[in-house]
């Protein structure tokens, strides 16, 4: 079992900023995937970025270079800068885990990010 805590969130201007943070424990796998979704009210579930072990990461086109997801170098926390936010933004970000040798997927509670003037 994975255990994921989630942090940041909340509500931010137009072009602002936010950072999001997830912390995993539990039985951590040498090899995992580690990364946020979104959801938006009416919409499906859409992944933002991914961190995977080895230090690639990837992000989704609409990201637009203005995301920047990283790990922690001592520990399992995985981070979201998010940056020149815009309205469609708006939507639960959930954090997701995946064992890459069990295939064994978890997900955070998910946080609210809202982009409004």
């Known amino acids: 079992q994975v255990q994921l805590v989630e942090s940041g969130g909340g509500l931010v201007q137009p072009g602002g900023s936010l950072l999001l943070s997830c912390a995993a424990s539990?039985?951590?796998?040498?090899?995992?995937?580690m990364g946020w979704y979104r959801q938006a009210p009416g919409k499906e579930r859409e992944r933002v970025a991914t961190?995977?072990?080895?230090?690639?990461?990837t992000t989704a086109d609409f990201v637009q270079g203005r995301f920047t997801i990283s790990k922690d170098s001592a520990g399992n926390t995985v981070h979201l800068q998010m940056n020149k936010l815009k309205p469609e933004d708006t939507a639960v970000y959930f954090c997701?885990?995946?064992?890459?040798?069990?295939?064994?997927?978890?997900w955070g509670q998910g946080t609210q990010v809202t982009v409004s003037s």
């Open positions: 539990g039985h951590i796998s040498m090899r995992y995937a």
């Open positions: 961190f995977f072990t080895g230090g690639v990461t």
């Open positions: 997701n885990f995946r064992d890459m040798f069990t295939r064994e997927e978890y």
